[in-house]
């Protein structure tokens, strides 16, 4: 979606030995670019890093950027199946109109000294169900339903998915950011990680 046709792209898997960049920041703003920079300076090559998640308004905009981790910090678990029946948990009392929520992404984008350039920003607004449906995705994607289309993001297709979803229109939003400012900065075909 970002152009490897200007771009040679790579990912962590890539480089082994590169150590993890803890994601300390309190919002997904500061971890997106935390880890953009991390692993710019470590690689000494531009880097592209995203941070993402779920927000739910009834929660004070929680899980936010720990809701891979939220059932471990509630205590209740690990993983996708723990994270979904902890959030159910404490959405039990909250009526339908007030379980308005949002999956949000952020991208940042660093020069290879660890400077960010670019960062982009969206989401996909929806509310949570009161029990999984859907087989597709992960994460909270089967609670999460977009009421314009009256399906979960686990009941879309892959590219209905990538069309609608908080990270497609982020990558869409930073892929014009990247061809109306950087291009020329840019030399053909590119290394990025």
């Not at 935390?34 to 531009?46: P, V």
């Not at 990538?162 to 053909?188: C, P, Q, V, Y």
Request: one cysteine or more; glycine letters at 10%; proline letters at 6%.
């Amino acid at each position: 979606m970002l152009g490897s046709d200007r771009f040679v792209w790579h990912d962590l898997s890539e480089f082994p030995s590169l150590l993890p960049v803890p994601e300390t920041g309190e919002t997904f703003h500061d971890n997106a670019c935390l880890k953009a920079a991390g692993y710019a300076k470590q690689t000494a090559m531009w880097a592209l890093a995203d941070d993402s998640g779920l927000e739910v308004d009834a929660l004070g905009q929680k899980p936010g950027v720990h809701s891979a981790r939220w059932a471990q910090l509630s205590g209740t678990g690990s993983g996708d199946a723990d994270n979904n029946a902890t959030l159910l948990k404490q959405l039990e009392a909250v009526p339908d109109q007030r379980r308005t929520a949002r999956f949000v992404c952020v991208l940042a984008l660093s020069d290879p000294g660890g400077n960010i350039v670019l960062t982009a920003r969206d989401t996909v607004e929806g509310r949570i169900l009161h029990a999984p449906r859907g087989n597709n995705g992960f994460g909270y994607d089967p609670l999460f339903l977009i009421d314009a289309l009256g399906q979960t993001t686990a009941e879309l297709p892959p590219e209905k998915k990538n069309e609608i979803s908080h990270r497609g229109k982020a990558l869409r939003r930073l892929r014009e950011m990247m061809d109306g400012a950087i291009s020329s900065a840019f030399s053909t075909r590119q290394p990025l990680l």
